[in-house]
């Protein structure tokens, strides 16, 4: 499957207990096609005490979710769309949602 989905992505999940919600992606997995959508498909994991949790027990962590299941959202209907690939004239390429607005957002650069 094609990583349509990038790091830092707004998703739209479409299948599963969390069908309809909106998160930010914190991780891509693309050797198992899954991403980590912040907030969503919670699970509980039990902890050893540590010096960062000195307590022990139990926290919550994100689970990944099949990238299948999510879309990104456009900025002009704000819901998930398909992503189709435009060449520009310099030969870059840039991600098109289905209703033909930009996807990637121009980045500043690191200085």
């Known amino acids: 499957m094609s990583p349509h989905i990038k790091k830092g992505d707004m998703v739209e999940i479409i299948a599963g207990d969390n069908k309809g919600a909106t998160g930010r992606v914190l991780r891509v997995v693309p050797e198992k096609n899954k991403v980590v959508v912040q907030g969503h498909n919670m699970a509980k994991k039990h902890v050893r005490p540590s010096r960062r949790n000195p307590q022990g027990g139990r926290i919550n962590v994100e689970q990944p979710i099949h990238i299948s299941n999510v879309l990104p959202i456009t900025s002009k ?10 060449i520009n ?6 991600r098109v949602g289905a209703d033909g607005t930009e996807i990637d957002k121009p980045r500043k650069a690191k200085r």
């Open 77 to 86: 209907s704000s819901r998930g769309s398909r992503v189709h690939y435009r």
């Open 89 to 94: 004239e310099d030969g870059s390429k840039s």
